[in-house]
Structures are given as structure tokens and as C-alpha cells.
């Protein structure tokens, strides 16, 4: 007879495999086996070998797919969940953990694994909150992403942060931020927002379905994971002087009222400048341009 006891993936970051932030992950997997759930923990050496057990997983529908790690290691398997109905738990352990903010997660590693515990004990996999996910579509290819594309001076620094070993969390995002805008300016980008053209000067360009990104940078404060809207956050051409006196804003959100910045809401944006690549999630989408479009509904959470 097959095995009828509930059956989780939990996937760990493969740079979280080992060492302090290793013990997280199998300290989540042993508090599910607790619960009476079959786990399938699933370590490997790389992203691409690890996004391949994950799919080989998925194929058997398990109640639920845990990641321990952050917004990358969430967009490693997005691809492999959107559309499927099966549920995406979090567990914070990665740099910016911006996913979790947005979904108002614990960040504690040890109080989310017992808030997924409690879910999937009590409820099981009909239980969560369903939301948008945003599909690309460029000369590279075609992705998703959950967070928010960067294409700018934040995707520059997007790249910078990823290549940084140190230091960690929203500090080294700060320092990054710091290094490029003594490199900045202004670029000219054509947005087609909803079929509409539109030609500026831009700083930054950044279309978000989450308002976190680098840490906690409360960019688009009233983004709504579920709405069916995307939010493009445009910062207009600005001297360095008023950039560093708009930068602090950002964390707590005051910023969106400053004549520089602007955020208009959209279904479909297409995003082009010459010689820029935009990032979604700190991963690379490819060279613009780029297509963006929201799809409703199109993952369930654990929350």
C-alpha cells in the first residue's frame, strides 16, 4: 500500500548547507518528522543540481515545499510551484529574507518553523494565502519572479551585492549602494506601461509586485502581494547631493512623496535602456528590454 502520511520538501540553500545556517535546516526537517509529516530533505552542492531535486520531488505532489534560505533560494524553485497549487513555506535564513517581510513572516528561523509546523498540522495543504507572482519575457529568455525587478542603479547594485561576501544582511546592501552611486546617472528608458509609451531620464526604474527589497527597503510601500497590480517605482533624474538626502526614506517608505519619485501602478510594463540588465529577486532576468506581467493568484504561501 502506497504511504499515506503527509510528505514536505524541504529544500536548504546549498550556501547554507553546512555550518550554522545547516543546523537551520535540519532543525526544520526534524521539527516536521516531529509533527508526523515524511520529509524529504534535500541538500546538494549547487543551485542547479538542487532546483532538479526539487522538481524531481514535486512530481510525487507533497502537501507542501519548505525553503530554508532567502529570496534567491525562493526564486530557484518559483518556477517549479507557480501554478500548481502546492504551497510554499519559508523559512528565513538568507540575506535579505525581503519574501518574508512582505508576507509579515517571523524572521526568526525558530518561530517560523513553528508557525509552518502549526500550519500544515492543523490545516494541511488547502490552507494559505494565494498571491501574484510576474512573468519576463526578453531576447534571454523568460523567468518569474515574486519581489521586484530592478533595472538601474539598483540593479547595478543588484549585481554588486551578489558578487560581495561581506559583510552580510542589509549592510552589505547599503555598502553596494554606496560604491555605485559614486558611478551613477541618469539613464533614458522607454516604459510601456499598460500599451502607453513613455520616454524619462531615470535614476532608478524598479517594477515590484513586493514593496521589499535589499533587506527591508520599504521601496513601494503600498504594494500588495495579491492585488493583480504591479507597482513601477521610478526615481527621476536628481543631483548626488538630493540622492543621499532620499536615500534613508526609502527604509521606512517616506520617500513616495518627494517630487523625484514616482510609482504608478500597471498590469504590463516593458522596460528598455540600452546597455542595462535587470535583476528580479538579486537574480539576473536578462538585458533589457524586458516584458513584465503580472499573473493573479498564481501561488499559494504558507502564513
Avoid: W
Avoid at 514535486?58 to 530554508?68: D, E, F, K, N, Q
Amino acid at each position: 500500500m502506497p504511504d499515506s502520511t503527509p510528505h514536505v520538501i524541504v529544500a536548504i540553500n546549498p550556501a547554507a548547507a553546512t555550518g550554522q545556517r545547516g543546523v537551520v535546516g535540519a532543525r526544520v526537517a526534524d521539527a516536521l518528522r516531529a509533527a508526523g509529516f515524511r520529509v524529504s530533505e534535500l541538500r546538494e552542492n549547487s543551485a542547479v543540481e538542487l532546483r532538479a531535486a526539487v522538481e524531481r520531488e514535486l512530481a510525487s505532489r507533497p502537501t507542501a515545499c519548505i525553503v530554508v534560505g532567502g529570496d534567491g533560494l525562493v526564486s530557484l524553485v518559483l518556477g517549479l510551484l507557480v501554478g500548481t497549487g502546492i504551497p510554499l513555506g519559508i523559512v528565513p535564513a538568507g540575506t535579505g529574507n525581503d519574501l518574508a517581510r512582505g508576507l509579515g513572516l517571523p524572521l526568526s528561523a525558530e518561530a517560523a518553523t513553528r508557525l509552518l509546523v502549526t500550519i500544515l498540522r492543523d490545516t494541511g495543504r488547502s490552507v494559505g494565502r494565494l498571491i501574484d507572482t510576474v512573468e519576463t519575457e526578453g531576447v534571454e529568455g523568460c523567468g518569474t519572479y515574486v519581489g521586484a525587478l530592478s533595472a538601474g542603479l539598483d540593479a547595478q547594485v543588484n549585481a554588486r551585492t551578489n558578487r560581495m561576501t561581506f559583510p552580510r544582511g542589509r549592510a552589505r546592501y547599503v555598502i553596494a549602494v554606496a560604491v555605485e552611486f559614486l558611478r551613477m546617472r541618469p539613464r533614458h528608458y522607454l516604459l510601456t506601461i499598460d500599451g502607453v509609451d513613455r520616454h524619462t531620464d531615470a535614476l532608478l526604474v524598479t517594477v515590484a509586485n513586493n514593496g521589499m527589497i535589499g533587506g527591508g527597503m520599504n521601496i513601494t510601500p503600498d504594494a500588495q502581494l495579491d492585488d493583480g497590480l504591479l507597482d513601477v517605482f521610478i526615481v527621476h533624474r536628481a543631483t548626488r547631493l538630493r540622492f543621499i538626502r532620499l536615500f534613508p526614506k526609502v527604509f521606512s517608505g517616506a520617500h513616495s512623496g518627494v517630487p523625484e519619485v514616482e510609482i504608478v501602478r500597471a498590469r504590463e510594463v516593458r522596460v528598455a535602456s540600452e546597455g542595462l540588465v535587470g535583476y528580479a529577486d538579486g537574480e539576473r532576468m536578462g538585458s533589457l528590454p524586458l516584458s513584465v506581467r503580472v499573473a493573479p493568484s498564481s501561488l499559494r504561501v504558507l502564513v
